[in-house]
Nanobody
Framework: QVQLVESGGGLVQAGGSLRLSCAAS????????MGWFRQAPGKEREFVAV????????YYADSVRGRFTISRDNAKNTVYLQMKSLIHEYTAVYYC???????????????????WGQGPQVPVSS
């Protein structure tokens, strides 16, 4: 069982930056991939970014590439999502998620993620 606790959400102005953190419980954090998803009001949850267990391999949704950076500190059991040049359309609830599949591959499908954070809101004012 893995618990994911997110922090760093909150209101931000368009053009601004924000960093989300997601701390995981347990001793095996360095062995599994982590992803970020978001759900905008009235829309389905969508993929944002994913990292393999080491953090060396990362992948992004086309809509955020160049603006968002996923990183992780395995010594702190934490994954981050650095967001810059935010636009109003990025307003959403942002979720971190753990992918503990035995053979990892970057997954944009939320069905592959076994554990989820609580999802802080990130409103971006226009």
């Amino acid at each position: 069982q893995v618990q994911l606790v997110e922090s760093g959400g909150g209101l931000v102005q368009a053009g601004g930056s924000l960093r989300l953190s997601c701390a995981a419980s347990g001793r095996t954090f360095s062995s599994y991939g982590m992803g970020w998803f978001r759900q905008a009001p009235g829309k389905e949850r969508e993929f944002v970014a994913v990292s393999n267990s080491s953090g060396r391999n990362t992948y992004y949704a086309d809509s955020v590439r160049g603006r968002f950076t996923i990183s992780r500190d395995n010594a702190k059991n934490t994954v981050y999502l650095q967001m810059k040049s935010l636009i109003h359309e990025y307003t959403a609830v942002y979720y971190c998620a753990a992918d503990q599949r035995r053979f990892w591959s970057p997954s944009k499908n939320d069905a592959g993620y076994a554990y989820w954070g609580q999802g802080p809101q990130v409103p971006v004012s226009s």
